[in-house]
């Protein structure tokens, strides 16, 4: 997360090295790799979240997690998502091993749009509850390694802050 961050505009540059040397499957059982952001997050179960989804399908997936009076992951688990319909959409571009790629998500109000690689893939309206929390950007990673930089707009220009890590 980027401390102090109220933005509505998120960006991560990142490079896909592969998979981690440890991989996790999600609660419901798939073992995925994916890269995204978090905006809105106010806490692991009130948060938006803008994935790329690398294996076992490449799509980018706009979900929201919002579960009332919960604020830890011990409280809410992997309970409270709803993946959010696009009103357009397109195909995201492959992510490769070794290649940069960049992944932006802009929101203004309810309405988000989200870029990968410089291509609209996702275009639409997060529901009321996306509206009810909110907090800093920040990173997600699933089952992967990956060269990152997250950045976001500073409030009083147009410069960014930026975090740089390699991420696991």
């Not at 992510?95 to 990968?116: N, P």
Request: proline share 5%; net charge negative.
């Amino acid at each position: 997360m980027i401390a102090g961050d109220h933005s509505r505009t998120a960006q991560v540059a990142f490079t896909y090295e592969g998979p981690s040397s440890v991989t996790t499957p999600l609660a419901d059982g798939e073992l995925r790799r994916q890269i995204g952001l978090k905006l809105r997050a106010k806490d692991s179960c009130n948060v938006v979240y803008v994935m790329w989804h690398i294996e076992p399908t490449q799509t980018v997936v706009v979900s929201v997690k919002h579960t009332e009076g919960a604020s830890t992951h011990a409280q809410c688990g992997a309970t409270g998502y709803e993946n959010v319909r696009p009103e357009a959409s397109a195909a995201a571009p492959a992510i490769e091993r070794g290649i940069e790629h960049v992944l932006r998500a802009d929101l203004d109000g309810s309405a988000l749009r989200v870029t990968a690689d410089g291509l609209v893939v996702w275009r639409g309206h997060l529901p009321p509850a996306a509206q009810s929390f909110d907090g800093p950007a920040g990173l997600r990673t699933d089952n992967g390694v990956f060269d990152v930089e997250l950045r976001v707009p500073d409030g009083r220009s147009r410069s960014t802050d930026c975090a740089r890590a390699r991420r696991e």
